[in-house]
């Protein structure tokens, strides 16, 4: 069974600095795309950062340049280095996984959440 697991949620000021990890396990983590989302209060969920298995990765327009996802497939994870961080960036962050080596469609397993709070 696959499992998803974040950590490294909290509460940042404006301006800070955040780094989520996902630890997979349950699966050949190296031969899947994984991902971050997240969802902000009365909002839909929507993609943050998303990597290949070969890592090529793909970044949503309002974190290009301040956003870096990464994939150590020797320890099962994926990060999520967040940098000048914004109060709009405040949500829940979710570590999302797709079955295949790209991330085509919807992913198929999702971890827990981790809050994420930015203040002004």
């Known amino acids: 069974q696959v499992q998803l697991v974040e950590s490294g949620g909290g509460l940042v000021q404006a301006g800070g600095s955040l780094s989520l990890s996902c630890s997979a396990s349950?699966?050949?983590?190296?031969?899947?795309?994984m991902g971050w989302y997240r969802q902000a209060p009365g909002k839909q969920r929507e993609v943050v950062a998303r990597?290949?298995?070969?890592?090529?990765?793909n970044y949503a327009d309002s974190v290009k340049g301040r956003f870096t996802i990464s994939r150590n497939n020797a320890k099962n994870t994926v990060y999520l280095q967040m940098n000048s961080l914004k109060p709009e960036d405040t949500a829940v962050y979710y570590c999302?996984?797709?079955?295949?080596?790209?991330?085509?469609?919807?992913?198929?397993?999702w971890g827990q959440g981790t809050q994420v709070t930015v203040s002004s």
């Open positions: 999302a996984r797709w079955s295949g080596p790209i991330y085509s469609g919807s992913p198929g397993y």
């Open positions: 990597i290949t298995r070969g890592g090529s990765t």
């Open positions: 349950g699966s050949i983590f190296s031969i899947n795309a």
